[in-house]
Structure formats: C-alpha cells, structure tokens
C-alpha cells in the first residue's frame, strides 16, 4: 500500500472512531452562581465521569428571570438548550408555552427510565403537577423561608428564640436594647411576607384555588389579616426593631455581620451563612400570627425545578433523562441539601440525611422540611400557579417599598398590587388562550 493510500485510509478509521465514540451533549442552562455554580459544576461533572455516552454541559445564565428570558427567546430561534432552570412562579408561564414543553414524567417513560412519583417529598411534587398527576418539571432546588437567628446575640439579649410575631417584637427589642444596630430583617419580601405568610395561616392568594383550578384567577392577598401583619413591621421601622434591606437576597449581609439579629429567607442560605457568620446561629419556624390563626398549616416551596425543552435529538433525550435519574438519586439529593440548605426532594434522601447523622450534628437543618411537611396541603396552603407572576412579585416588591418608606399604608399598598396584578393576569389569560 502506497504512503498516500495509508494515510487516506488512517483519516477514515480516525474519522469513523471519532464519531463512534463521541459524548453527546446535553446543554443546561441555570441560574445557579457563586459556590452553588460550583456545586452543579460538580453534580454535571460526576454524571459525566459515570460514563461515555453523554455529556452534560452546566451553563450560568444570570439570575432566575434572566435564565428563563433567555431560554424562551432561544427556543423562538431554536438555539434552545436540552434542560432549563426556572423558578417555581414561572410554571404558570412555562404551562403555557404550547409545544415547547416535553413534560419530564414522559421523558422518563419515552427514554425507558425508572421513575416514581411517589418518590418525592408530596409538599415539592404537587406544586408542578398537571390536575392529572404528570410531573411537569424534575424538582431540583427547592427551599422554603425560615426563621434565621443570631444564637450568640439572643442569649446576650437574654431572649428567647420566638414562635409568635408578637415574640418576634419583644425580642426584636431586646436585641436592639443591647446594642444590636436592628432586630429583624428579611428578604424575598412578596415571597415570605405576602405568598407564604398566607400559606402558613392558610389564607388564600386568589380565587381559583391560587390559580391551580384555572387562568381566570383574581388576587385576594389584599386582605385585612395580612395588611395588619405589613403595618405591624412597618410600625416596628421606629427604633430599628425592623429594617429592610431590599429584595431578594440582598439583606443576607444584614444578618451575617451581625447587624440584625433575626432574618427570614430562604433555607437554602444555610451554605452562606456558615461559611460567612462569625457566631453560632439557628434556624426555627415562621412566626405565628395568633390573631390570624391558632396553629400554623405549612409553608410553600420557592426555589426552582428543570424543564425540558422540545425540540431535540431523541439520543440526546436519552442523555437527559439518564442525567435526570442521576441528579434526583439519594446520593446526589442528600450531598446537596446538606451543602445547601435546599430540601432533598425525595424521601429517600431526606432518609439518607437521616442515616448519616447530618440533622444530629446540625440541629435544626430539617426546619424547612418539617414546614413543608407539617399539615396536608389545602387549597390556600398548596402553592400558587398565576400566570405573569414574575412581573407581579415587582409590582409587589414595589408596593411594599412604599410601606416600609411610610409612604402608603399596607391596605392601600395591597389593593394598588391587587389591581396591577389582576391587569397583569388578564394579559396572561388573553395569551395563553
């Protein structure tokens, strides 16, 4: 055989092998940055040295409104990735994306994987399923809003850890009394102090089951019980017993320099706060509100799930949804709640935690878990589905600044979103017909 011939006939061998053994690729977009960037860096990474076939590639996309724009404007030029992290209030908006949506209960059984419903923790499951029972989206990040608390600052306060908002007063001003700059602060303001302080006195959000049982839903939350609990905190603004310190995560510094003494947030900032907390500090329950309710019923979930997009390759369905059963094992689940703070999403994993000893040697870690799981969902309690609801949280967030600036009162800042919304959600209901 000539030189030529040789070396004609190597390419073609290299060229047949390489496509013989090449991965293929799995796109996920998130909005996971920071050291929980790092950690799905990590879960993808470990799936992939699992074996050959597949390859997922994690792809930071911004925050969780920035990632979900972006992936509907890539499926609209079909640039679209195989996986999507959206948080929980886009599943109204993500329901109605007709044809874009390959629910993951399907996948799973298109692409011959073994999975189970009943699985999953019943508090994270239901908020995305159809009326039917197919799970929409693979649960992944779910948390809830706890109470955090300086433990160091308490005791030199000589207060006790608080079950009523009447306690988180006093002891608010215990705090302060002893030198602390403010008493309590929170974040995720529409999503604590409007979505889940309804949920946990049971209370509804809107009409139509929190919009569950259909589009052509209208908003309550404007209501006398949750406006006096808002004007209660704005009251609590004289004296620094109460301090905001912005949306979203933003107030986290508050409580990890010690400058407030109690916060409520999310959960899942368990990661941050004890690598960054220069003293021993706890997580309990959301306060009560006794003049609302005797007992608390349970909160809702925030956090985010992974939706698969149609219009892909059915190998790489395949990839997807193996990487799907990968990610969802009690293994990965447990390693990530017990970094995090998120719930696992499965009763195994929750078991598995359990086992390992991870709620004895960080007592208190199963706080969000035991809020979820408290009593069984009602319609008030079981989580909302409002289309546009991004867009309404600002118009929230925006009403409430006006609360806290003493601008407005917390009824009139209520009603003022209740309309903004309802026009909001109309919007939603014309295009989603």
């Known amino acids: 055989m000539s030189i030529k011939s040789l070396l004609c006939t190597s390419a073609i061998l290299a060229s047949t092998a390489g496509t013989a053994f090449a991965e293929t690729e799995v796109q996920w977009w ?57 948080f929980e209030v886009g599943t109204a ?49 779910s948390s809830t809003p706890v109470m955090w608390y300086n433990k160091t600052a308490l005791d030199a306060a000589g207060a006790s850890v608080p079950t009523t908002w009447d306690e988180v007063k006093e002891t608010a001003q215990k705090l302060v009394d002893n030198g602390m700059d403010c008493g ?57 017993l109460f301090k905001y310190g912005g949306r979203r995560g933003d107030s986290l510094p508050m409580f990890t320099n010690g400058e407030c003494g109690m916060w409520m947030n999310s959960s899942a900032y368990y990661g941050s706060i004890k690598s960054q907390a220069g003293f021993e500090f706890g997580q309990t329950m959301l306060p009560l509100d006794t003049a609302v309710a005797d007992a608390p019923q349970n909160s809702i979930i925030g956090g985010a799930t992974l939706w698969v997009l149609e219009g892909h390759e059915e190998e790489e369905y395949k990839g997807t949804a193996q990487f799907l059963t990968y990610l969802s094992s ?41 809020q979820l799981s408290l009593n069984t969902p009602t319609p008030n309690s079981r989580g909302l589905r409002f289309g546009n609801f991004v867009q309404v949280r600002d118009v929230i967030n925006e009403e409430l600044e006006a609360v806290w600036a003493g601008d407005k009162s917390a009824t009139d800042a209520l009603n003022a979103a209740a309309e903004r919304g309802n026009t909001l959600l109309r919007k939603f209901e014309r295009s989603a017909k």
């Open 30 to 86: 998130h909005a996971m940055g920071g050291a929980n960037g790092e950690r799905v860096n990590k879960i993808a990474e470990d799936f992939n040295a699992t074996q050959s076939d597949y390859k997922v590639v994690p792809v930071y996309k911004g925050n969780y409104t920035e990632t979900m724009t972006a992936a509907i404007a890539a499926f609209r030029a079909k640039e679209h990735p195989q996986i999507v992290q959206v």
């Open 330 to 370: 009690p293994e990965v689940q447990a390693w990530w709640h017990q970094e995090t703070g998120y719930v696992p999403i499965t009763t195994a994993a929750y078991e598995l935690s359990k086992e390992q000893g991870f709620y004895e040697s960080n007592p208190g870690t199963d706080t969000a878990i035991q």
């Open 184 to 240: 309590v602060s929170f974040g995720w303001q529409s999503w604590v102090m409007v979505e889940n302080f309804s949920a946990w006195h049971n209370i509804g959000m809107g009409t139509k089951e929190n919009g569950f049982a259909g589009f052509d839903t209208e908003f309550s939350f404007n209501n006398e019980a949750v406006a006096a609990r808002l004007d209660g905190i704005a009251a609590m603004t004289e004296g620094n």
């Open 93 to 141: 908006t993500m329901m109605a994306a007709k044809g874009a949506i390959y629910p993951v209960e399907k996948l799973m059984k298109d692409a011959g994987e073994s999975f189970d419903g009943d699985a999953f923790l019943p508090a994270v499951v239901s908020y995305y399923e159809t009326p039917e029972g197919e799970l929409l989206s693979m649960p992944f990040n």
